[in-house]
């Protein structure tokens, strides 16, 4: 071995450092999973507008990644015509103290009354905005966002990213105690609209549990997901997905504790090609080892979050 080392420094220097670095990254995912565990769609409360949308399609013969089945998705311009189907899912969950979402001072806009801080939609719009703050920490924000105003909870209210590229937009605001589902048809023209159709959960709100929730939704850049297409028509096995739809939640379990979820579904094309016949479904989607990645992506914009409510240092 020492003969090794002194033959080959660079070689030997290189694989130290991949075991150093995949020790780390092993031990931090670990403990990303133990603090942010996962949970499956009907883990979710009944009230969940992503569990909604889910559960309502019509299932297919194929698995998104996370769950053991999928739906298909209708366009959002035609509620008749199944383009789309959910191709990820992962739901994170912790339990947290109320009074850290109840103190934590998110922007307030012009038209917003001085709330109950004890309500749970406002302890989700505080859950989101401590999300959104999180995040601002990163690199991201500074080569993706663009012209972001500030926090408001109108629906279509531009929340990160670009508004006529790759951003995320809020699709709006549900609460099962004050009877207020997600109403897509309160959305108003933007540059950049739903990947596919978004049921309302009016008829699922469940007004025997304290929760409420708000969602967005975002787009993936066109010209990414262009070539990727166009890769795939000559035998790349994988898709990019086109978008997608995310939801913060809130239940009371206690005078004293909330139960905080963060909820993402990922949508890809059914007929990606504008030439193809919709004779034939191309159920194509994003490689393992990159959804993986994009829920490790999460849960540290989660655990970011958290640190943003002062719940762990």
């Not at 989700?124 to 993706?144: D, H, I, K, Y």
């Not at 709006?172 to 159709?197: C, E, F, H, N, R």
């Not at 969602?215 to 010209?223: D, I, S």
């Not at 028509?233 to 978008?243: E, Q, V």
Request: one cysteine or more; charged letters at 20%; a neutral charge.
């Amino acid at each position: 071995m020492t003969s090794f080392i002194s033959s080959r420094p660079k070689l030997a220097g290189a694989l130290c450092l991949i075991t150093v670095g995949g020790t780390v990254l092993y031990l931090g995912k670990r403990r990303l999973n133990q603090l942010c565990p996962r949970l499956s769609v009907t883990d979710l409360p009944r009230s969940s507008a992503c569990r909604k949308l889910v559960e309502e399609g019509e299932s297919v013969n194929h698995t998104a990644w996370g769950m053991n089945k999928s739906t298909t998705l209708s366009s959002w311009s035609d509620a008749h015509n199944q383009t789309h189907w959910v191709t990820s899912f992962a739901a994170l969950q912790t339990e947290i103290p109320i009074s850290s979402l109840a103190s934590y001072e998110k922007v307030i806009t012009k038209n917003q009354t001085d709330p109950e801080k004890s309500d749970t939609l406002y302890l989700a719009q505080n859950l989101l905005a401590a999300f959104l703050n999180g995040r601002a920490t990163g690199l991201e924000p500074r080569f993706l966002d663009k012209d972001v105003p500030p926090l408001s909870f109108t629906p279509g209210s531009h929340l990160f990213g670009q508004s006529t590229s790759m951003g995320a937009f809020l699709l709006g605001s549900w609460s099962s105690l004050k009877a207020i589902s997600v109403q897509p048809d309160a959305l108003p023209s933007t540059p950049l609209m739903p990947v596919s159709a978004f049921p309302s959960n009016s008829d699922t709100i469940d007004n025997q549990a304290d929760a409420a929730g708000t969602v967005m939704y975002w787009m993936f850049p066109r010209g990414v997901v262009n070539s990727l297409d166009k890769a795939a028509s000559y035998g790349l096995p994988w898709r990019a997905m086109d978008g997608g739809f995310q939801e913060y939640i809130v239940e009371k379990v206690s005078d004293e504790t909330a139960r905080v979820t963060y909820v993402m579904v990922e949508c890809g094309n059914l007929y990606p090609s504008e030439s193809s016949s919709k004779s034939a479904r191309d159920y194509k989607k994003i490689p393992w080892l990159f959804y993986e990645l994009h829920v490790l992506y999460a849960q540290i914009l989660w655990y970011k979050m958290l640190r943003q409510l002062g719940v762990w240092s």
